[in-house]
């Protein structure tokens, strides 16, 4: 018996969260009268809080000195470099995951061993990206430039455009899988396996993106702060303004969007193993199938920006500001704040903190959220070119034979991995050209369907005579191996392992891209 466990906390400066990390495992096994059993479980939790922070300038633009009365807009010689949009950001989100894993052992005998193995695992990440963006290339009041450059340093301006944006997301994904198989001794020369795995995924991701406008009265900005955009609004008698008053913003843009994605694998894999012995010209003999069958689908629906007044009826302003969605909707809760530590004090920064919408708000009120804007409260529609469909089958065949002292050789019936594979929905197609008629476009299909059988025929009418060769000399090499074990000297041969080529007591996984059985589980247990 065996019981383990850690138990540790993991602190962050920038969250000032202490978050979790625990795991455990128990495992047993028992000598019974129906043979050998063994079991474990393990379990695991992780939480972690994350947080970041940065500044960005825009494209430094060239413009035309705004104090040359007379611009000539055909000479840059004279332009000045300045951004048009600035902003700062922070990022923070929580992610959990967690995890168990299940194996079971039976060996009722030294010649058989049979197993299962079922694991499954959660992600789950909730995050936001809290902007503030400035818009000083709108227009210019006054402005310096850095010494011997034609660079801004400070940018002044007036009734400015400025948004804040809360981007609310929603991840989480699952994975389960489970597989079963066995070895077998059937005699002292044959030896078989199979190992019968099914996997199933699921991902949904969601986003909602709210942008609220105010105008600065007045906004300066400062572009000697060591790369960082450094910005402050102020009153227009220039006391300072509170960017984290709700009251100065509107709803101004939205943006609504999903996808989900799942997939599923079933795998079969059986391997047959028989040993000839050293007395013939092959010493071993072995085979083995491979059959599989995967699926995989994706929907989403991509919700481009919808401005306040994009379908507002004619002649509507649809000016919703923050503080008057409580009395619209009946719902309390959107206004908050950002974080307030922006660079953690490494750059000087005027502004640090500013209002941004609520994140559980918009992802727990979506569709309120979407009347706001004159669109339905459902869900939108799945795009088109966001569809796809594939199912998969695959198919492998092998026989493989051992030179005593030699190196191995090997014969494949079916080709290796021949997969069959169809397709519905397309994803962003490329574009080619079209033909005026269709028939000619079915022709072109059924003459490209026949091509591929031809060469799939090819490739098995080679795998056919490579196969009656091959088995030519395998019972040319049987014989011997028989009229050999008939003498007295020879009555006792040696059993030898063939299969996919793995250690002797170890299990391998058979299923495709990793998705197989937890050898590492039942080895412990063996």
Same mark, same amino acid.
């Given at each position: 018996?065996?019981? #383990?466990?850690?138990?540790?906390?993991?602190?962050?400066?920038?969250?000032?969260?202490?978050?979790?990390?625990?795991?455990?495992?128990?495992?047993? +096994? &028992?000598?019974? $009268?129906?043979?050998?059993?063994?079991?474990?479980?393990?379990?695991?939790?992780? !939480?972690?809080?994350?947080?970041? %922070?940065?500044?960005?300038?825009?494209?430094?633009?060239?413009?035309?000195?705004?104090?040359?009365?007379?611009? /000539?807009?055909? !000479?840059?010689?004279?332009?000045?470099?300045?951004?048009?949009?600035?902003?700062?950001?922070?990022? @923070?989100?929580?992610?959990?995951?967690?995890?168990?894993?299940?194996?079971?052992?039976?060996?009722?005998?030294?010649?058989?061993?049979?197993?299962?193995?079922?694991?499954?695992?959660?992600?789950?990440?909730? =995050?936001?990206?809290?902007?503030?963006?400035?818009?000083?290339?709108?227009?210019?009041?006054?402005?310096?430039?850095?010494? $011997?450059?034609?660079?801004?340093?400070? &940018?002044?301006?007036?009734?400015?455009?400025?948004?804040?944006?809360?981007? %609310?997301? #929603?991840?989480?994904?699952?994975?389960?899988?489970?597989?079963?198989?066995?070895?077998?001794?059937?005699?002292?020369?044959?030896?078989?396996?199979?190992?019968?795995?099914?996997?199933?995924?699921?991902?949904?991701?969601?986003?909602?993106?709210?942008?609220?406008?105010?105008?600065?009265?007045?906004?300066?900005?400062?572009?000697? *702060?060591?790369?960082?955009?450094?910005?402050?609004?102020?009153?227009? $008698?220039?006391?300072?303004?509170?960017?984290?008053?709700?009251?100065?913003?509107?709803?101004?843009?939205?943006?609504?969007?999903?996808?989900?994605?799942?997939?599923?694998?079933?795998?079969?894999?059986? !391997?047959?193993?028989?040993?000839?012995?050293?007395?013939?010209?092959?010493?071993?003999?072995?085979?083995?199938? *491979?059959?599989?069958?995967?699926?995989?689908?994706?929907?989403?629906?991509?919700?481009?920006?919808?401005?306040?007044?994009?379908?507002?009826?004619?002649?509507? !302003?649809?000016?919703?500001?923050?503080?008057?969605?409580?009395?619209?909707?009946?719902? #309390?809760?959107?206004?908050?704040?950002?974080?307030?530590?922006?660079?953690?004090?490494?750059?000087?920064? &005027?502004?640090?903190?500013?209002?941004? %919408? /609520?994140?559980?708000? @918009?992802?727990?009120?979506?569709?309120?959220?979407?009347?706001? =804007?004159?669109?339905?409260?459902?869900?939108?529609?799945?795009?088109?070119?966001? =569809? =796809?469909?594939?199912?998969? $089958?695959?198919?492998?065949?092998?026989?493989?034979?051992?030179?005593?002292?030699?190196?191995?050789?090997?014969?494949?019936?079916?080709?290796?991995?021949?997969?069959?594979?169809?397709?519905?929905?397309?994803?962003?197609?490329?574009?080619?050209?079209?033909?005026?008629?269709?028939?000619?476009?079915?022709?072109? *299909? +059924?003459?490209?369907?026949?091509?591929?059988?031809?060469?799939?025929?090819?490739?098995?009418?080679?795998?056919?005579?490579?196969?009656?060769?091959?088995?030519?000399?395998?019972? @040319?090499?049987?014989?011997?191996?028989?009229?050999?074990?008939?003498?007295?000297?020879? #009555?006792?041969?040696?059993?030898?392992?063939?299969?996919?080529?793995?250690?002797?007591?170890?299990? %391998?996984?058979?299923?495709? /891209?990793?998705?197989?059985?937890?050898?590492?589980?039942?080895?412990?247990?063996?």
């Amino acid at each position: 018996f065996e019981l #383990a466990g850690t138990v540790r906390g993991l602190y962050s400066e920038n969250t000032e969260e202490t978050d979790p990390i625990a795991s455990g495992l128990i495992s047993n +096994r &028992w000598n019974t $009268d129906a043979g050998e059993f063994g079991a474990m479980l393990s379990v695991s939790y992780q !939480d972690k809080h994350y947080q970041e %922070a940065n500044t960005f300038d825009g494209t430094y633009d060239s413009v035309e000195n705004p104090d040359n009365p007379t611009p /000539d807009f055909s !000479d840059p010689s004279d332009n000045n470099l300045r951004p048009f949009v600035i902003g700062s950001i922070y990022t @923070l989100g929580e992610t959990v995951r967690e995890s168990a894993n299940l194996s079971l052992q039976w060996r009722p005998s030294d010649r058989a061993t049979f197993h299962w193995d079922s694991f499954y695992v959660t992600y789950d990440e909730d =995050f936001e990206l809290n902007f503030w963006i400035p818009l000083p290339g709108i227009q210019v009041d006054s402005f310096t430039l850095k010494p $011997d450059s034609n660079v801004a340093q400070t &940018w002044n301006s007036s009734n400015i455009f400025t948004l804040t944006s809360n981007q %609310a997301f #929603a991840r989480e994904s699952a994975t389960f899988q489970t597989a079963i198989g066995s070895e077998w001794e059937l005699t002292d020369r044959l030896s078989m396996k199979g190992d019968l795995a099914y996997t199933r995924s699921t991902a949904d991701n969601r986003g909602v993106i709210l942008d609220t406008g105010s105008i600065a009265a007045r906004l300066e900005v400062d572009f000697s *702060q060591g790369g960082a955009s450094n910005a402050r609004v102020l009153n227009a $008698d220039g006391t300072p303004f509170d960017v984290t008053d709700s009251s100065h913003y509107w709803l101004e843009q939205l943006f609504d969007q999903r996808d989900e994605q799942e997939g599923e694998d079933v795998n079969f894999t059986a !391997d047959l193993d028989y040993s000839l012995g050293d007395e013939g010209f092959f010493s071993a003999l072995g085979g083995g199938v *491979q059959i599989g069958r995967r699926t995989a689908e994706n929907r989403e629906a991509l919700g481009e920006g919808i401005h306040r007044n994009r379908f507002a009826p004619p002649g509507v !302003d649809n000016l919703v500001f923050v503080d008057d969605v409580e009395s619209i909707t009946g719902l #309390a809760g959107i206004q908050d704040v950002s974080p307030s530590d922006i660079l953690e004090g490494d750059r000087d920064l &005027w502004t640090r903190q500013w209002f941004i %919408a /609520d994140r559980d708000f @918009l992802l727990n009120n979506t569709a309120a959220v979407r009347e706001l =804007f004159f669109l339905s409260p459902e869900d939108p529609p799945n795009v088109p070119t966001g =569809f =796809f469909k594939d199912e998969e $089958d695959t198919y492998a065949a092998y026989m493989q034979a051992e030179i005593p002292d030699g190196p191995r050789l090997h014969a494949v019936g079916v080709p290796p991995n021949a997969v069959a594979k169809s397709t519905a929905g397309r994803r962003r197609p490329q574009r080619r050209a079209c033909r005026d008629s269709g028939a000619e476009r079915r022709m072109d *299909q +059924r003459n490209s369907n026949r091509s591929e059988s031809m060469k799939l025929s090819e490739k098995f009418l080679r795998g056919r005579s490579a196969i009656a060769l091959f088995v030519s000399l395998l019972l @040319l090499s049987l014989a011997a191996s028989l009229r050999a074990s008939a003498a007295p000297d020879c #009555a006792n041969g040696t059993r030898r392992s063939m299969g996919s080529g793995s250690a002797p007591g170890s299990s %391998a996984s058979h299923s495709k /891209d990793g998705k197989g059985s937890s050898a590492d589980a039942r080895s412990e247990m063996a």
